[in-house]
């Protein structure tokens, strides 16, 4: 709220001096602050506990699906060094491609 446009030309428009402007702390102690209805910032809180927690679920669903690849990598690299999955053809395309 105090970074908000219209409370810096609230600040700017109370204070004093040329060189180095100030508010005092009486003046700025006065000055309005707008606050939304207590029904409003509970429905505002409400909404971000609801859109943290599916974030959070999100990040969860990421963070399993990661592990699984590289479980599968893993898997994938001890296969192809032990020689249970062939892979040479494989390069072999890929070396064609470049």
Known sequence: MVQSQGFVDAVMAHSVGIGYPAIPETRLAELPIVVPPLSEQRAIADYLDRETARIDTLIEKIEAMIEKL???????????????????????REEARA
């Open 70 to 92: 590289q479980e599968y990598r893993t898997a994938l690299i001890t296969a192809a060094v032990t020689g249970q999955i062939d892979v040479r053809g494989e390069v072999v």
